[in-house]
Every structure is written in C-alpha cells, then in structure tokens.
C-alpha cells in the first residue's frame, strides 16, 4: 500500500488511474454518511421525548447531546494520544478497518437503549448515547479524510461536500421517520414514554452490524495508508489550531438550533406546535443542510462555469417541487426567499471555499437575530431556513484546516473530530440560558458560534499557510 504524499503532490495520474476504484468507494462511503446522518438527527426528537418522559428540565434534557458529543472529544483525544505516542492507529490498520471498528461500537450502544427502556433509567440512555459517539467519532476521523483523498486536493472540499449531502439525507428523514416511530407507531398508551425507542435502535444496532460486515469484505483501494508518524506535527499549522475552534463552534451551533427547534416552535409567541407536529418542521432545517451540500458540491467540483450555474439552478427548484408536493403551495412559497438567497449566496462565493463559508455564515448570524428580535412565524422561518446556509460549515471548515498537512491529515482529523465537543457543551448552554432568560433568547448560543465562522472564513483559514488550492 502507497502511503500518502505531501499535500498538493498527490498525482493527476494516479487518481486518474484510480478513478474507476475510488468512485465505488466514493459511492459505498455515501451509505455510511447516510446512516450516520439519520441516527444523529433521532438525538432532537429523544430530546422533547425524554424532557416529557423523565421530567427534566431543559438543561437535563439537554444532557443528551452532552452525552452523544462529549463521546466524540473523548474517543478523538484517546486518538489524538495515541497518535503522537505511538503513530496515527489509521495509518496501521488502515481505513477500512478503521470505519468497521466504529461501526461495531456504534451497534453495541444502540443495543444499551432496550435495557435502558426497560429500566425506564435516564443515566442508562445517556451511557448507550455516549458509547454510539465514541464508534461514531472512530468513523468521523477514518471517513472524513478519506473522501477528501480519493481524488485531487483542488476538489476535495467538493467531495466532502456531496458526501456530506446524503448525511443530511439522512438527517432530513430522520425527524419524519424519526417522529412517527417514536411519538405515533411505538407510542403505547399508560406505558412509560421511553417504551417507544426499543425497537427502533435495536433496528440501528442490526444496520450497524450489517455495515460492519459490508465493509470488511468489500474491497477498498488503500491511500496515505502504513506511513506512520509519530508526535503532534499536525499542531503545527495555525490554520489547523484555529480550524479546531471553527469546528468546535459550528457543530455547537449547529446541533443547538436543532436540538431547540422542537420547543421554539411550541412556545406561544412563535409558532405554538404540539410536539410532534413541530418535529415535522425539523425536516426543513436538516433538508435545508441537504440542499446546500448538493450545490456545494457542484459550486466547488471542476465543472464549468456554465454547468455549474445550470445544476445548481436545478436544485432549488427541484427542492420547491418536491415541498409543494409533500407541504402544499403556501408553506413552499414561504420557503422559497430561503432557496433564492441561497443561490445567490452561491454566486457571490465565487466558487470558492473560504468566501463561501465566511457568507454563509453571516447570513446564519442574521436569521438568528432576526428570529430574536421579532418572533411568530417570521422568527419560525427564519431559524429552519438557517439550515440552507449552515450546510457548507462542516465540509469547508474540514478541508480548509486539513489542506496542507500531508502525512498528519489524519491526526489533524481525529483534532477537528474533537472538537465536535462543541455539540456536547453548547447546547447545554443554551438550555442553560433557555431555563432563564427563555428560548428566544438563548439562540445568542449559536449566535456567537457562527460569528467565529466568518472570522475563519475571511481570516482564520489563511494564517501560517502559503497560498492553497482549496481556498
């Protein structure tokens, strides 16, 4: 197996003559963001399930994104520790067994939901939620960095992009599948409310386990694989250190406008939704990350200009056909501004990634403060349409902080997959703020979170590294 050279070295030819094997595996990876995606997302709905069941308050409620996220700081520091003493351990065993490993752990803490039902014990769904994080942060770290090499650097921020559309795939159905299980076809009435998630997440553990056998007899084309390198190299690119943060505050953000949006949407001067009618509203934040991704994809791929501009046109208008047909003309009307303006942020991105990331950004901080200051249903759209302009912040955060470490882009991964710590603390922080200054309020969380983003987009992405192909 060829280990990975220098940034930026990687051969035309070689992907070339590897184009055929790394679009198979471009394609079997997209499953795997898939089903990642439809898992994380349940997280928003056990939150307003788990808040009624036990009583809690909405900082106790929160505690489930504590658990699931604070999973990914503590597998990604365990990495990050062996890595600098021992060698990167992907670089050892290589990727494939790398996303196999996660995926078992992933299937053993679903299984801990039956018993924890059973129990009717909190504490126990929190331990399943935290062992599914710890598989799910070995997959981040392994299929991050290898969707950006299996072609040229200059367009891995397109494919990270795409990979990360099915993800919110998975994220959009989800909330729908997600809402119905566990508020109407599990639900049983005079049982405990907990009762509802059994069968689903034994259902997650059984897919865990069928992917786990999937990729250990597929064949994979091996990359940057068997070069190992000992001590903490990637920590010495800036750009990387402060792209930690970048990530830490976009997952924050991100994972605390969804896991609020149930409970905004029912307070009286919003929206005034039952919960499970709210749920259904999750769709348009988590397809609004689709949607973005799937122009991400095709704003920084090598097409055209002309193609670019046509494929991309072609999504927001399939994206109207497909809400009149499933919510009717009025709500896809309302949501039409929000796929224009998106557009248009496209265009003014200029097909590149920083400036990109930087505007879409700002346009999240003002829909939040819109959503603040003048509530109902004005302050219901603005929040679900964040979801169109948070969509490009993983991915091109990701390839801007890993662009250039060569042969520590996976110990830079295991890094920025730490920082995912941010969805485990600042959502709790909003709820914090949510149990004492209200829900409206407590959107200053994700507020802040994303102002960062564009300091990295403009400034951050850029210091203590020469000129990139990725920016």
Not at 110 to 131: D, E, K, W
Not at 381 to 402: D, E, K, P, Y
Not at 437 to 454: D, E, K, T
Request: net charge neutral.
């Amino acid at each position: 197996m060829a280990s990975l050279p220098p940034s930026g070295t990687r051969s035309a030819s070689a992907s070339h003559e590897g184009g055929g094997t790394n679009r198979f595996a471009f394609s079997v990876m997209t499953s795997l963001f898939f089903v990642w995606g439809f898992m994380t997302v349940f997280n928003d709905i056990l939150i307003p399930k788990f808040k009624e069941a036990f009583e809690l308050s909405y900082f106790q409620a929160m505690l489930v994104q504590f658990s699931f996220f604070g999973a990914y700081f503590i597998g990604s520091l365990l990495y990050f520790v062996i890595s600098v003493l021992s060698g990167d351990p992907i670089a050892r065993i290589g990727y494939k067994n790398g996303i196999v490993t996660g995926l078992l752990i992933s299937a053993c803490g679903s299984a801990l939901f039956y018993p924890a039902a059973t129990a009717a014990s909190y504490p126990l769904f929190l331990a399943g939620l935290f062992v599914i994080g710890i598989g799910f942060a070995i997959l981040q770290i392994a299929a991050n960095p290898y969707v950006t090499i299996l072609g040229p650097e200059s367009t891995a921020s397109s494919r990270l992009n795409l990979a990360q559309a099915f993800n919110s795939l998975g994220t959009t159905l989800g909330p729908l599948i997600g809402g119905w299980l566990i508020f109407h076809f599990f639900h049983i009435e005079g049982s405990h409310d907990a009762e509802a998630v059994k069968i689903p997440y034994l259902v997650f553990s059984g897919i865990f386990l069928l992917l786990a056998a999937l990729f250990f007899f597929i064949k994979l084309p091996s990359i940057g694989e068997e070069k190992v390198e000992r001590g903490a190299g990637a920590l010495r690119h800036p750009h990387l250190v402060l792209g930690i943060v970048a990530i830490f505050m976009y997952v924050g953000g991100e994972v605390s406008i969804g896991s609020a949006i149930v409970n905004f949407l029912g307070q009286h001067d919003v929206a005034g939704l039952a919960a499970a009618e709210a749920a259904k509203f999750l769709s348009f934040y988590w397809g609004g990350l689709m949607i973005g991704r799937f122009m991400a994809a095709i704003s920084l791929g090598d097409l055209t200009k002309g193609k670019k501009n046509l494929l991309m046109g072609l999504v927001p208008i399939v994206a109207f056909g497909v809400v009149t047909f499933s919510t009717g003309i009025h709500t896809a009307i309302t949501y039409a501004p929000y796929l224009l303006l998106c557009w248009i942020g496209f265009q003014l991105g200029g097909w590149k990634t920083d400036r990109t990331l930087a505007l879409f950004a700002s346009i999240v901080v003002a829909l939040i403060a819109l959503a603040m200051l003048l509530g109902g249903h004005v302050a219901m759209w603005c929040i679900l349409g964040i979801g169109l302009f948070t969509s490009v912040g993983w991915s091109n955060t990701f390839s801007l902080a890993i662009d250039g470490l060569g042969d520590f882009k996976s110990q830079g991964s295991s890094l920025l997959v730490m920082a995912i710590l941010g969805g485990a603390l600042l959502p709790p922080l909003q709820g914090f703020l949510a149990d004492h200054v209200g829900i409206r309020l407590s959107f200053l969380v994700p507020m802040v979170a994303y102002a960062y983003l564009v300091f990295y987009g403009l400034i951050g992405c850029r210091i203590g590294k020469s000129v990139s192909g990725t920016a």
